[in-house]
């Protein structure tokens, strides 16, 4: 599911950037955080997920078994 869900949220993103002129919604900070979900899951096998609202803040999609260790990670 949290495949599913970077997915779409790429997918809008990358739409705004085909527009013209295009739109930058994500900043370094966006593509940081993207970074470290695709690190976590790539060593754990409960996977996290990334979204955006309209813009470049970040919303982390965590089951409850790995909350402490994603907290731990971005603290």
């Keep these: 599911m949290s495949e599913v869900i970077m997915r779409d949220s790429n997918n809008f993103h990358s739409i705004c950037l085909d527009t ?3 739109i930058f919604y994500l ?3 966006s593509r940081e955080v ?3 979900v695709h690190q976590f899951n790539s060593l754990s096998e409960i996977h996290i997920a990334y979204t955006f609202d309209a813009g ?3 919303f982390l999609i965590i089951p409850k078994s790995v909350e ?3 907290f731990s990670l971005v603290l």
């Design 27 to 29: 900043d370094d900070f």
């Design 56 to 58: 470049p803040h970040a």
């Design 34 to 36: 993207m970074e470290l």
């Design 20 to 22: 013209y002129p295009p």
């Design 68 to 70: 402490k260790d994603v």
